[in-house]
Every structure is written in C-alpha cells, then in structure tokens.
C-alpha cells in the first residue's frame, strides 16, 4: 500500500471524520472521497426542497438528509470551463485566466490540479465523465486523474459513465480514491431549448399542461436593470443558441418539466453509484460531495442557461456527507465552490493546503463547529460574450459581483449603466435593481469600495479597471465591419 502523505493536524481531522463499519478499524487512514458533479443544477432543483408534486429526487434527496447542506453555495463563475478550472485548481477564474468556454491549457506546474495533489499524496484517482478541464484529457501525468472513461459527449452520456463508475467501485478499491462523477445532466437542457437530440437520452413527450410546473414568479425582466443586461438578453435572443425569445409562460413550463425530468435521469444514475458505495461496504469511509458547476435559468427574467449573475444561475447545491453515521444540519455560511472546496477535500485527507490557494477548508463547518470569523461577503465572475449583432454592436461584458448577507452588487466594464444593487432579503426574486436610488447609495458605495478591497488583494486588474473613475458611462463597442 502506498506511502500517505499527512500534514500536520491531519489526525485530527481524521478523528472527526472517523468512520464506522467495515472501515473503523482503519481510521488513520485517510477516507475516500467521491466528488459528484451535476450540470447546469440550480440550488433548489431537488425534491428535499421543492416537494415531489414535480420533481422526485431520492438519490440527492438521501444526501440531504444525512449530509450537511450549504443554503448559500455559488459558482466561481457561472459557466462550465471557467467554474470547472477554478474548482480543479483552487483558484479564481481571473486567476486562471479562464472567464469564458475557450479552453486554455495551464501550465499544470503553476497550475496544479486537484488530480495531481491527490496522486501525489497516494490516492488513487478515477474520473468519470464530463471533462471541460484546462488540462489535455490524455496527459495524466499534468492533471493527476486516471481517466478510466471516454469523456467525448455521445448518446446515452451519464448511463455509459455511471456504469464505469459502479464497475470500478465493486473491485472494492484497496487504496484510498479521489473519484470524480462528472454527469452531464440536466444540461441537456441546452438542447431542449432548441428542439435538438438529448446526449442523455430523451425524456418523452410532456403531460397534458394542467401537469406542467409553475412557470417563475419573476419571468420579466428587473425594473431599473442594467442595460449591460438588456442588450446581452436581446443579443441571446438573437442566436439560436438561445431560441427563448418569443416563449409563452407554457413554454416556460414545458421548459421547466423537461428541466425535472433531467434532474430525475441524473437523480437515479447518482442512485446506483450510491448503491454501489454501500454494496462494497466503502460509505463508512468515504467523504461524499455533491454540487454542480452552476445554475440554469429556466426563464427567469428572460434568460435561459447561466452565465448572468441572478441567483438561478450562480447559487448551486452544495451537500457533504460525512463518512459513517449521518449528521444532518444546514449551514447559511456564504461559500464559493470554486476555491472552497478544494481546500475541503485536501484537508479531509490530511494533504498540506498551499498557502497560495485563497479559499477555505469546509470541514469546521461540516463537523459542526462556530464559524464567527468565516468571510461575510464572496465574489464571483463573469464574461459576457455575444457573437450576434445588436443594433449594430457585439456586445461583450466582464463582470464582477460580490455577495454579502442581504446585498448583491455587481459592476460590468461596458455599458451606461454599469452598476447592479438588489436586496435580496427584501426583493428574493430580483425583480428591482436598487443601484440608481439615492437611498442606498451609501450601501452601493460600500460594496463597491470591498469589491474594490478583493481586486487589490487578489490582483484582479480587470476589477479594478471596471471601478476606475467613480463608473463613468462606457458604451458598447460598434460591432467589427467585415
């Protein structure tokens, strides 16, 4: 068996993740981790939340109830590369360098994966499923994983994987494994949208509408809300990638019934790796996480898919199961994935943390325990791009939010209105952009001036060129003329 490599104060956190059954007997050991990703899952697309009149979700509802559930968890930035490139190094997206889907291949020794500080700690480490990684899916040695699955996207996707997935765990691993469950689901949602085939499979003709789900509270668009917004909503419009423009509130239903009904195909493929885990008497040491790389928006203020900032795109699930007994609690601690997580697995398995990754270790709040000093406010990013012209512009956009525990501000680098404000305490929904009222100007300027405190410390330039000059007016670019 090979070497584990522990830092100090690992068997500390060893002893409260002691495990019970088969594994109890090894509790210096380091406990297994599963890692499952869903794609494109909102926070609350989960049964144990919403109820089963729509949705039915033992699997995810089964780690509810026996894990600890983060009320307020969000992607880095809600979009499938950046998030995942931040989620597997521990860094922010500008840290990375990766804000859209283009993927940019890192230097895996400035870069280092969280395949590669597993590896190199004696783990094994499978990975199963969706890559969208800033690493080449064929170079193990740069990124640490042991791929053991074909991540190319073909039909019946999450089905293929999963059985990869259960095959590996009823070998009954001898040596502790990072597994990464990367399924693709509900993202096939993407493709619903505009009528094409599933890459997981089709999920039937809907029910006669008087079964549909309630189409969103906040379908139109905020009052008062940025223009950088207005002008992305109609340039989405515009592209087929995002045919939505013209939907009723029933194709806003029919919408969000297909969404369900993907969250149920990924709901039971997590089922039978669950099963798996137990029929091989692994639960009892394994840490389970569950989260999703962002949201969709299912037609709320008129978007579809992620990218903006409104809570369905960027609040995701987030759940960690403790290995033996269960202990169920929920936390309301503000957490970002992207560099949160990372931190929480590697000191779940006694790996040193680098000094140089800036997020923080769950694992105090996971085991229960005060978190008074846990940061008050997060940031997350963005980039807006549109390839389709509106009115003569292409219009493009970084952004930048930062959350507190009632406030969302948030400023964009193109446009006249540039700044975003919304209580999310007073107005959940999002539906009026507070950032011109002279009565909370004092609030604007006080998240603007620590959003502006996170981009010095953290050397975001893009940040701090966004809040240049007191937010002048900055016009969209003319699109390019051929």
Request: net charge negative.
């Amino acid at each position: 068996m090979r070497k584990y490599i522990l830092a100090l104060g690992a068997l500390a956190s060893l002893a409260l993740l002691a495990p019970t059954g088969r594994a109890a007997e090894g509790q210096s050991e380091p406990p297994n981790i599963l890692l499952i990703m869903t794609d494109q899952q909102s926070a609350d697309a989960m049964s144990h939340f919403i109820g089963n009149q729509y949705l039915n979700t033992p699997a995810m509802d089964s780690l509810a109830r026996e894990g600890v559930v983060f009320q307020r968890a969000y992607a880095p930035n809600p979009l499938c590369v950046p998030a995942r490139s931040s989620i597997f190094t521990g860094l922010y997206p500008h840290q990375t360098g990766i804000q859209n889907n283009d993927i940019i291949q890192l230097n895996p020794e400035s870069f280092v994966s969280m395949g590669r500080h597993f590896r190199q700690a004696g783990y094994d480490t499978p990975y199963f499923g969706k890559w969208h990684l800033p690493y080449g899916v064929n170079q193990p040695a740069d990124h640490g994983f042991r791929v053991m699955t074909d991540t190319k996207i073909r039909p019946n996707f999450d089905t293929e994987v999963t059985d990869e997935a259960v095959a590996y765990l009823a070998k009954t691993p001898t040596e502790p494994f990072l597994m990464v469950l990367s399924l693709l689901n509900p993202h096939d949602i993407c493709q619903y949208a505009r009528g094409d085939a599933l890459p997981c499979g089709e999920v039937g003709p809907p029910p006669p509408a008087d079964q549909w789900p309630p189409a969103p509270a906040n379908l139109a668009p905020a009052q008062n809300e940025p223009d950088t917004l207005t002008t992305i909503r109609t340039a989405y419009h515009a592209n087929r990638m995002f045919p939505v423009g013209d939907f009723t509130e029933d194709d806003w239903r029919r919408m969000r019934w297909g969404y369900y009904r993907m969250v149920e195909m990924v709901d039971a493929e997590i089922g039978r790796v669950l099963a798996a885990l137990r029929e091989a008497e692994l639960d009892g040491n394994t840490l389970i996480i569950f989260t999703s790389d962002h949201g969709e928006m299912l037609g709320a203020h008129g978007f579809n898919q992620k990218t903006v900032f409104y809570e369905e795109s960027v609040r995701i699930p987030l759940i960690v199961r403790r290995p033996g007994r269960p202990a169920p609690a929920t936390r309301p601690e503000l957490v970002n994935i992207g560099i949160d997580l990372l931190p929480t697995m590697m000191e779940a398995a006694g790996i040193a943390i680098p000094e140089t990754l800036p997020g923080r270790s769950l694992l105090p709040l996971v085991q229960g325990q005060p978190a008074p000093d846990w940061p008050r406010h997060l940031v997350l990013q963005n980039h807006l791009i549109q390839t389709v012209e509106v009115d003569g512009l292409r219009p493009t956009a970084h952004g930048r939010m930062i959350l507190g525990e009632r406030y969302k501000y948030a400023v964009y680098s193109d446009g006249v209105q540039r700044e975003s404000l919304v209580d999310l305490q007073a107005d959940p929904l999002e539906m009026v952009d507070l950032a011109t009222d002279p009565a909370l100007r004092e609030v604007k300027l006080e998240h603007r001036a620590r959003l502006a405190d996170f981009a010095r410390a953290h050397a975001d330039d893009v940040a701090l060129g966004m809040l240049a000059d007191g937010i002048p007016p900055r016009p969209f670019s003319p699109a390019p003329q051929p």
